[in-house]
């Protein structure tokens, strides 16, 4: 069964570093996102993107965040400087939207990101 | 702008027991998710219901939703320790739409 594959699984990173999260939607798929879950905390939506564009970004999605898609296949989150409050758990997902109505989006298994 | 509040937020219970888990969002919409992600891990999906009074049952979870009243629930009949999770519900407007989702329930079921 097909599904989206996210690396690294867990990222450890300095304050004020660049950091890379890598995405690989499911082949078909035209719609992607990103979430956050700080510990503990509900799943926040950042970013969604469609047509190489960002369709939408949340308050959360600043300028030190930015997204890709770089090679038809991968889908990345950059954090330009990364802040203790960066520290969090990372979803991507994607969906397809075929003809049916019901269209769900799949969720990648996540990469922790960890800021010290 | 959507919300979506979910209670109780922590919920701590016998093997054997019956309880439900209330889903209640402020904007019309007819798609609303339950999700289940254990500690460290993802997101998995357990319903997606899609319409005013749509039912669905797996297992020991039975999840409802009423679009009028703008509420879902997640019914957990004779809980066993497996389902120790904490279960999500979450809403979009649209098919290709973020997701919103509440703050979580903590499922804790004491053998």
């Known amino acids: 069964e097909p599904e989206v594959t996210q690396t690294p699984s867990h990222q450890v990173t300095q304050m004020g570093q660049e950091v890379i999260l890598r995405c690989v939607p499911i082949?078909?798929?035209?719609?992607f996102y990103w979430y956050r879950q700080i510990l503990g905390q509900k799943v926040e939506f950042l970013v969604s993107?469609?047509?190489?564009?960002?369709?939408?970004k949340s308050e959360i999605f600043d300028d030190q965040f930015s997204v890709e898609r770089p090679d038809g296949s991968n889908f990345t989150l950059k954090i330009r400087s990364t802040k203790l409050e960066d520290s969090a758990m990372y979803f991507c997902a994607s969906i397809g939207l075929g003809m049916s109505f019901y269209n769900e989006q799949f969720f990648g298994p996540g990469t922790r990101l960890t800021v010290l | 702008e959507l919300k979506v509040e979910q209670n109780p937020l922590f919920l701590s219970m016998q093997e054997g027991k019956n309880y439900t888990i209330y889903c209640n969002y402020s904007t019309t919409s007819d798609r609303l998710y339950w999700y289940r992600q254990d500690p460290g891990k993802s997101l998995e999906s357990l319903f997606v219901?899609?319409?005013?009074?749509a039912v669905k049952q797996e297992g020991r979870l039975m999840a409802s939703l009423d679009t009028k009243a703008r509420l879902s629930t997640l019914h957990i009949t004779a809980a066993v320790h497996d389902l120790s999770a904490t279960y999500f519900c979450?809403?979009?407007?649209?098919?290709?739409?973020?997701?919103?989702f509440g703050k979580g329930t903590r499922l804790h079921i004491l053998p």
């Open positions: 082949s078909n798929h035209l719609y």
């Open positions: 979450a809403v979009d407007m649209n098919r290709d739409d973020k997701i919103i």
């Open positions: 219901l899609l319409s005013n009074g």
């Open positions: 993107f469609y047509n190489n564009e960002i369709s939408e």
